[in-house]
């Protein structure tokens, strides 16, 4: 049987979430249908030694590396930031967001974590450059565009483009990095690099 990746495993537990009760009691019908199987042996340490050494958003570290232009060690000490309360700032209702600090190529640029509550709109916004997303956590719905983003995906617009959001109901908040080139506009409002 072929390994699934990570983003098949979220989007797996992200349709779950969508409608918890019928998935819950279809894994429970499952689970009673399949035969008991020792795990191996090595399964146990091997998860224990992932859990000590590498944060849960760890794997997106090579990506947020190359989205912010820094190194892999400064995006994994990023992602060890999102989980931590006192980090964010809240500027909308239900809506935070973490800035940080990037390298060269996105010097001129919005830079941030955002966290929008599950089932949260994000406000229409004006993109003054190329915008790049990458999601972490949950998931979203591009109203204008009829598009859902869940974790590992990449969404990019280009300069002049608008759009609006919706964070998926019914599972985690939605947590992405946003990379906007120059910056953004909403609520009448100018949104400049930092």
Same mark, same amino acid.
């Given at each position: 049987m072929p390994r699934s990746t990570d983003a098949e495993l979220d989007r797996f537990l992200s349709d779950l979430?969508?409608?918890a009760d019928a998935a819950?009691?279809?894994l429970l019908r499952l689970s009673e249908a399949l035969p008991e199987i020792a795990p191996p042996s090595e399964l146990r340490e091997r998860l224990l030694h992932d859990a000590r050494s590498e944060g849960r958003l760890a794997r997106f570290a090579d990506a947020v590396a190359d989205l912010?232009?820094?190194?892999?060690?400064?995006?994994?000490?990023? !992602?060890?930031?999102?989980?931590?309360?006192?980090a964010w700032s809240l500027e909308l209702p239900g809506i935070s967001f973490l800035w940080v600090e990037g390298g060269p190529s996105v010097a001129n640029a919005v830079r941030g974590f955002v966290r /929008?509550?599950?089932?949260?709109?994000?406000p229409e916004h004006?993109? !003054?450059?190329?915008e790049t997303v990458l999601v972490l956590q949950g998931g979203f719905e591009d /109203?204008?565009?009829g598009k859902v983003f869940r974790p590992g995906d990449v969404d990019t617009m280009p300069t002049g483009t608008s759009h609006?959001?919706?964070? !998926?109901?019914?599972?985690?908040? !939605? /947590?992405?990095l946003a990379v906007v080139q120059t910056g953004l506009r909403a609520l009448?409002?100018?949104y400049l690099p930092r």
């Open positions: 979430a969508e409608d819950g009691l279809g912010l232009d820094i190194g892999t060690g400064k995006a994994k000490e990023l !992602l060890e930031r999102i989980d931590d309360p006192s /929008v509550a599950a089932g949260q709109d994000f004006e993109h !003054l450059g190329d /109203v204008q565009r609006a959001f919706r964070a !998926l109901p019914n599972g985690p908040d !939605l /947590v992405k009448g409002q100018e």
